[in-house]
């Protein structure tokens, strides 16, 4: 069926660094532009990235610009972000959504990101 | 960057009910507006985009509308599983979220 599975969240010290992956599946990943969305703790929601269906075009929140990395291998239908510096603020469960014009209409289920010492 | 605020940010209504949350910009988002609904645990979902219009599969009793900068979701008949947070998200610039409404059971 048409769903996003994250992974690679877990515990990690602050200015250590983290790779988060999304599996794509039931549709055609390569079509799509992709996003990572973030929600800290008992909070709302926070856009962080987004990649153009052929990774040429690359758009980052100002809180995480120089930190994270976004990419894609459309060949294994696979979102990355690449999380370094990390910070106790970056705390967050993310997800990876379909963007479909401005807006989100697939979501995974998120993974936990926790930066703690 | 363009603000959210929604209201309330507790709703309380019975079953059967109906609910208004409300949304507004900080400036206009012309009608680039979508509504998604988070329950405990769980990813949030896309009810309505283009300010009111329901995504696939959303129930009529979901309605969302307004322009500009202020917008109103509308549940007409509140059933059990509806009883959520819900966040609204302008993608007239770079996409920004409300910080969301609770709607519990009154």
């Known amino acids: 069926q048409v769903q996003l599975v994250e992974s690679g969240g877990g515990l990690v010290k602050p200015g250590g660094s983290l790779r988060l992956s999304c599996a794509a599946s039931?549709?055609?990943?390569?079509?799509?532009?992709m996003s990572w969305i973030r929600q800290a703790p008992g909070k709302g929601l926070e856009w962080v990235s987004y990649?153009?269906?052929?990774?040429?075009?690359?758009y980052y929140a100002d809180s995480v610009k120089g930190r994270f990395t976004i990419s894609r291998d459309n060949a294994k239908n696979s979102l990355y972000l690449q999380m370094n510096s990390l910070r106790a603020e970056d705390t967050a469960v993310y997800y990876c959504?379909?963007?479909?014009?401005?807006?989100?209409?697939?979501w995974g289920r998120g993974t936990l990101v926790t930066v703690s010492s | 960057e363009i603000v959210m605020t929604q209201s309330p940010a507790t709703l309380s209504v019975s079953p059967g009910e109906r609910a208004t949350l409300s949304c507004r910009a900080s400036?206009?988002?012309?009608?680039?507006l979508a509504w998604y609904q988070q329950k405990p645990g769980q990813a949030p979902r896309l009810l309505i985009y283009?300010?009111?219009t329901r995504a696939t599969g959303i129930p009529a009793r979901f309605s969302g509308s307004g322009s500009g900068t202020e917008f109103t979701l509308t549940i007409s008949s509140l059933q059990s599983e509806d009883f959520a947070f819900y966040y609204c998200?302008?993608?007239?610039?770079?996409?920004?979220f409300g910080q969301g409404t609770k709607l519990e059971i009154k």
């Open positions: 959504a379909r963007w479909e014009g401005g807006y989100f209409d697939l």
């Open positions: 039931g549709f055609t990943f390569s079509d799509y532009y």
């Open positions: 990649i153009s269906s052929s990774g040429s075009t690359i």
């Open positions: 400036q206009s988002v012309n009608s680039n």
């Open positions: 283009g300010a009111s």
């Open positions: 998200q302008q993608y007239n610039n770079w996409p920004s």
